[in-house]
């Protein structure tokens, strides 16, 4: 499975899946979770209202994923994972590592070959942007063996997963843990 980055905006790359760093109640919210509603439709939205209704009444937990259509973004699908809140105290690794793992699995299932991932957890969730580039990058090199085309016959595959820092800071730190 390749990785690479592509800094810019996640919603104008042209991939099977885009991954939402969402909020749990799946409705839409700021930051990344906010612009790929906005420039995905109304159609993302009421899926997402459906799912609310059927599978998740309770909202979608921190660190599981879910996929949608997208709407008007050039993707098929977008993939929504909910992201834990930072804490100094208490070590969540364990949950943002498991966005990237199950936000590809999805992706595998869909028969997703290319997906694009922004920074989950590193806004307003707060989570510092080197470790968050960390294990983003650590967990899909792990997953490659799952998912990606050396997975089976039978299994769908990832082929390629693409990092879209919005900043010149969040680049830097994907770069750095890209290299390390």
Request: hydrophobic share 45%; aromatic share 6%.
């Amino acid at each position: 499975m390749k990785l690479r980055i592509e800094p810019g905006d996640i919603t104008e790359i042209s991939v099977d899946a885009v991954v939402n760093a969402a909020n749990s109640t799946l409705l839409g919210g700021g930051g990344v979770d906010g612009a790929i509603h906005r420039k995905g439709g109304p159609e993302i939205l009421a899926e997402c209202r459906r799912l609310r209704e059927t599978e998740l009444p309770d909202g979608l937990p921190a660190g599981q994923a879910v996929a949608t259509g997208a709407g008007r973004l050039p993707a098929r699908w977008v993939i929504h994972t909910v992201g834990p809140t930072y804490a100094k105290t208490i070590d969540k690794s364990d949950t943002l590592a498991s966005c990237y793992r199950e936000s590809l699995r999805v992706a595998a299932r869909l028969g997703a070959r290319s997906v694009a991932f922004p920074a989950i957890s590193a806004g307003i969730y707060g989570w510092p942007m080197d470790d968050a580039a960390r294990i983003a990058v650590q967990t899909c090199r792990a997953m490659a063996a799952e998912v990606g085309p050396g997975a089976g016959p039978d299994a769908g595959y990832v082929e390629s997963v693409t990092f879209v820092p919005f900043s010149a800071a969040a680049e830097n730190a994907f770069r750095a843990a890209m290299d390390g």
